[in-house]
Structures are given as C-alpha cells and as structure tokens.
C-alpha cells in the first residue's frame, strides 16, 4: 500500500516543523515548504530522514499567488521523482505571519500583507493543488482561537482567520463529491517564533494565557501536531466542514 504524503506550508519553523515530524513519525511522507529559513527545512528535512522517513522541501512564498502555478509544477516534479506518485494526500495550510496593531492604528500595507499570507494565499495555492490532491483527501486550514475570542491588537489577523474559517466550510462542499474533506485547526496561543515570540518568551504574557485556559497552560507545538494527527488519521474520515479548536480552552 502506498504510503500517504502530506504537503504542509511553512514546515521550517513552529507549528509546521512539529506537523511534519510527528506525522513523519506515523509513517506519512512529508513535503515541506519553507520561506526564508532553508537552513530550518533542511535540518527538519535531516531530522525525517534519521528517523526512516522521507522529506521533500520546497521555497514558496504564500504571499505571492502569481508563483503558484510554478509551484505545483515543482511539486509535481517533486511528488514523482522523490516518492513515485503523481499526487498528495493531505494538505495542512499552515504558514503564516502575525501582525500585531491596533483596530484604529492598522495600516493598510498590514492589512494587505496579512491578507495575502494569510487568505489569499491559501486559497488560491489550494486552488493550484486541486489537481494534485488526491480523492478521499484531506485538507486542514489553520485558523486561530482569535476568530472566536478578541484580544485588542489583531482585529486585521484575526479578520483573515474568520474569512478562512468561512471558506472552508466552501471547500468542504465543494470537494465533498470527491470524498475529500476540509477542516478548520485553530490554535490558541502557542509557544512558537510566532509574533516575535511573545508567548513563549514573555513571562507576563505566558502566564496570563495559562490563567485564561481550562488546561493551565499555554500550548506547544506538540499539541497542535497531535490535533492534526488526528484529523488526518481514521478518527477524522466523517469530519469535514468542521472548526476544531485546539486550545486547552482559552477564554472558555
Ligand atoms: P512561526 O513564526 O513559528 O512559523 C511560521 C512559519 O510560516 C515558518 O515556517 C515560515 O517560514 C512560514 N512563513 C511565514 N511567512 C511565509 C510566507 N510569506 N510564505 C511561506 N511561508 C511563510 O509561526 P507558527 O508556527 O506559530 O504559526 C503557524 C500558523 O499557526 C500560522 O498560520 C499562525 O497564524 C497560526 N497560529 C499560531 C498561533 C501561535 O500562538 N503560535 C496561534 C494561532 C494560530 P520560514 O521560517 O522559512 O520563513
């Protein structure tokens, strides 16, 4: 039986980095995208490979829709020449970047750049990749617990995670015929490089997340993997068109 490959966007650092190990782990070949840190893919790369896996790592910017049809032709190239298929099993839309500003502050170059990364981005780079997504695939959006809760500082990030919320309810009808499901991940807050950091370095900031969460604590990168395992795995096969929080409970 074919082995299942899993394309996860921003896979050089955070979340995506942890994604791509743990489900290597399960025995999933991972195709990792990276976009500035190439020396990060590669270690993650090295990391899969030492562990009996197989890593492919790829450059794209998800800001720039205008590569993607370039991408999915590398990707194709990639997917026969690395693992002998002609297509990928999962997609985890992943990358991103916080920007953190004020309703009444946020200029319009944040709000356009979040934007694109964050919404643009996927959407049309799923797009590109509809027709190397196999049937009976699954794609898994990551949104943010913030498109639930608001915290000052991220009405522009977290609009963006609200419209991804919407459009995956879209792809999940959409491709429902092709037995391929959509669902969103949103994480509370994580201690990753995400927004400089803050959450894992900011002592202050970190324990005012673990006072706001039924669990404790604040999130590690470990948490989200394991959500993700799961939606992927047999227990996810009736779940689509679903938003799936994985917070601890934040701000129940
Ligand atoms: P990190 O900053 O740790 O990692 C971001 C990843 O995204 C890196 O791999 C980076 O690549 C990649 N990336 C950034 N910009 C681009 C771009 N323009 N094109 C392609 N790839 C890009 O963040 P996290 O892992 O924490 O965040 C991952 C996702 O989780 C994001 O969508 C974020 O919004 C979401 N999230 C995070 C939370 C948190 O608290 N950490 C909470 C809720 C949601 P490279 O390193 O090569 O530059």
């Given at each position: 039986m074919n082995r299942k490959i899993a394309l996860i966007t921003g896979a050089s650092r955070g979340l995506g980095k942890q994604m791509a190990l743990h489900l290597s782990a399960q025995g999933i070949d991972i195709i990792g995208t990276y976009h500035s840190r190439a020396d990060e893919a590669q270690r993650v790369a090295e990391t899969i490979e030492q562990g009996g896996g197989r890593a492919l790592m790829l450059a794209l910017d998800v800001g720039d829709s205008s590569t993607f049809a370039a991408f999915a032709a590398q990707l194709s190239q990639g997917l026969k020449q690395t693992f002998g298929r002609e297509g990928l099993d999962f997609l985890i839309n992943n990358a991103g970047i916080g920007v953190r500003a004020a309703f009444a502050e946020t200029r319009e170059a944040q709000f356009d750049l979040l934007m694109n990364v964050q919404l643009k981005g996927p959407f049309f780079l799923t797009q590109a990749l509809l027709p190397l997504l196999a049937d009976q695939g699954r794609i898994v959006n990551v949104s943010s617990g913030l498109a639930r809760f608001s915290l000052p500082g991220y009405a522009a990030y977290a609009t963006m995670k609200g419209a991804v919320e919407v459009w995956t309810r879209y792809l999940a009808k959409e491709l429902g015929p092709r037995g391929i499901t959509a669902?969103?991940?949103?994480?509370?807050?994580?201690?990753?490089?995400?927004?400089?950091?803050?959450?894992?370095?900011?002592?202050?900031?970190?324990?005012?997340?673990?006072?706001?969460?039924?669990?404790?604590?604040?999130?590690?990168?470990?948490d989200i993997s394991a959500a993700v395992a799961m939606l992927l795995t047999d227990g996810g096969r009736w779940i689509t068109g679903q938003r799936i929080e994985a917070s601890g409970g934040m701000f129940l």
């Amino acid at each position: 039986m074919n082995r299942k490959i899993a394309l996860i966007t921003g896979a050089s650092r955070g979340l995506g980095k942890q994604m791509a190990l743990h489900l290597s782990a399960q025995g999933i070949d991972i195709i990792g995208t990276y976009h500035s840190r190439a020396d990060e893919a590669q270690r993650v790369a090295e990391t899969i490979e030492q562990g009996g896996g197989r890593a492919l790592m790829l450059a794209l910017d998800v800001g720039d829709s205008s590569t993607f049809a370039a991408f999915a032709a590398q990707l194709s190239q990639g997917l026969k020449q690395t693992f002998g298929r002609e297509g990928l099993d999962f997609l985890i839309n992943n990358a991103g970047i916080g920007v953190r500003a004020a309703f009444a502050e946020t200029r319009e170059a944040q709000f356009d750049l979040l934007m694109n990364v964050q919404l643009k981005g996927p959407f049309f780079l799923t797009q590109a990749l509809l027709p190397l997504l196999a049937d009976q695939g699954r794609i898994v959006n990551v949104s943010s617990g913030l498109a639930r809760f608001s915290l000052p500082g991220y009405a522009a990030y977290a609009t963006m995670k609200g419209a991804v919320e919407v459009w995956t309810r879209y792809l999940a009808k959409e491709l429902g015929p092709r037995g391929i499901t959509a669902n969103v991940l949103a994480p509370g807050a994580i201690e990753t490089d995400f927004g400089g950091g803050a959450v894992r370095d900011n002592a202050e900031l970190n324990a005012f997340v673990a006072a706001n969460t039924a669990l404790g604590r604040a999130g590690l990168p470990e948490d989200i993997s394991a959500a993700v395992a799961m939606l992927l795995t047999d227990g996810g096969r009736w779940i689509t068109g679903q938003r799936i929080e994985a917070s601890g409970g934040m701000f129940l």
